[in-house]
């Protein structure tokens, strides 16, 4: 009889041990897989079409995706002319740091690729030079920006119609041309050169910084057209 609770006891020790090891077992398969889920999971960047990266942000977040579009404070003093006074109007804006570029965290693979890329406003992946796949973002580079949040940018705008100006920002950056409309709210039109011929852009506040005050008509043409 002893001898039997003796076998007992040690079938039921090796049984805890086993029971020990499995758990052990499957505690390692599942943090191995929260890794590789990790892993997977990484930043990327969207680029949006012309004045769309708010809205796909607000769209893509409603999906449940995770949306990041980094902004920046800025304050621009509008002098708008009138038929006897320039009033001076500053306005407080908060603009786009990265313009119509976005950031999504997601784990990545053909159907969350496909619905991005198809998702209203979106114009593409950023991608790796010479291929179609899309390209991490560093956590550490996210980290950084964040961080070192955007100072908040007083200036004057001296944008006029028909001044000359620079586009600092987005795909036609370095880009000069002729301001055709300036709004209230510091964006407005200009017109630069795009294959040979004259192409209206829409900007905002910001995102363009004068180089010449407007053009003088030559002296010639005025006495011509006197």
Known sequence: MRKRLDR????????????????????????????????????????????????????????GFNVWRPVREVRVTMRREGKKLAKRKTEKRYVARFGRYLFVDVDMNDSVRAAIREARGVYGWLCYAGTNEPARVPDALIEFYRANVAK????????????????????????????????KRGGGVIEIDIFGRPTPVTFEAGHVDPVEPRCQRPIGDRRKSA
């Open 8 to 63: 007992l006891d040690r079938l039921d020790k090796r049984r805890e041990i086993k029971r020990i090891e499995c758990l052990t077992f499957i505690e390692e398969v599942r943090q191995v897989g929260q890794l590789e889920r990790s892993m997977a999971r990484a930043w990327y960047v969207i680029e949006c079409f012309d004045g769309k990266d708010a809205f796909v942000r607000l769209t893509l977040a409603a999906a």
């Open 152 to 183: 908040q940018i007083e200036y004057e705008s001296a944008l006029r119609i028909g001044d000359i100006g620079q586009i600092n920002a987005g795909p036609f950056a370095q880009h000069r041309g002729v301001i055709t409309d300036v709004d």
